[in-house]
């Protein structure tokens, strides 16, 4: 079985540019959540997505939003892009939005320069 | 009162020793605490996992103590092995969610 996908893994952009971050969960999962981890911060919740509703947003600035498509995949958006964005963004999948049987993905690197 | 707190930053342990780490939580509404280990390069992995009812659980060489009274819980790593170097995550949560509260992480180094 697949694990969960993240695309691209590695991006380099601008300051003030936008950028989008695919996730395609395992299949057959319903629930994606999505994670920023950077050195200074560590890992901190952005989304959770399921059935394509968004049930929980963490404390990001409107810059940061996402959405989940009928087929689970789910997609980051970040505009504006800051330096301090530069980060590992992860994505997590799970079959009935529990966090007991999450799998997280190997993530997207995003170099903001 | 979201947070969980995690110490020590950075480990090293001989190959063989015991590795420990300890989290420390406030919110008593979180039941379920997952400890996940990630490797350079990948995305962090469920190791072990406890609900609060629970005072100790243990799965080959990890085993997790929680002390609900005061709001601590650690993971032992035991024969701790090279293969075991990774960061290691301690994490809160509610269940029925998929949003983790994470600690900030240890980097344990065993040498052989």
């Known amino acids: 079985k697949a694990g969960v996908t993240q695309t691209p893994r590695y991006l380099i952009k601008t300051r003030g540019q936008q950028v989008t971050l695919s996730c395609s969960p395992i299949?057959?999962?319903?629930?994606v959540s999505w994670y920023q981890q950077t050195p200074g911060q560590g890992l901190q919740f952005l989304f959770e997505?399921?059935?394509?509703?968004?049930?929980n947003k963490g404390n990001f600035p409107g810059r940061f939003s996402g959405r989940q498509f009928s087929n689970s995949r789910s997609e980051m958006n970040v505009s504006t892009l800051e330096l301090g964005d530069s980060a590992l963004y992860l994505c997590a999948s799970s079959n009935r939005g529990r966090v007991t049987e999450a799998f997280f993905g190997q993530g997207t690197r995003l170099t903001v320069v | 009162q979201q947070q969980v707190k995690q110490s020590p930053q950075s480990l090293i342990v001989q190959k063989g020793g015991i590795s420990i780490i300890n989290c420390a939580y406030e919110?008593?509404?979180?039941?379920?605490f997952p400890w996940y280990q990630q490797f350079p390069g990948k995305g962090p992995a469920l190791l072990i996992a406890?609900?609060?009812?629970?005072s100790e659980k243990k799965e080959g060489r990890f085993t997790i103590s929680f002390n609900k009274s005061a709001k601590q819980f650690s993971l032992h790593i035991m024969d701790s092995q090279p293969g075991d170097s990774a960061t290691y995550f301690c994490?809160?949560?509610?269940?029925?969610?998929?949003?983790?509260?994470f600690g900030t992480g240890t980097r344990l180094q065993v040498f052989p």
């Open positions: 994490a809160a949560t509610f269940d029925n969610t998929d949003k983790l509260i």
């Open positions: 997505y399921f059935s394509e509703t968004q049930r």
């Open positions: 299949s057959g999962h319903r629930s």
């Open positions: 919110n008593t509404a979180f039941d379920y």
């Open positions: 406890i609900r609060p009812d629970v």
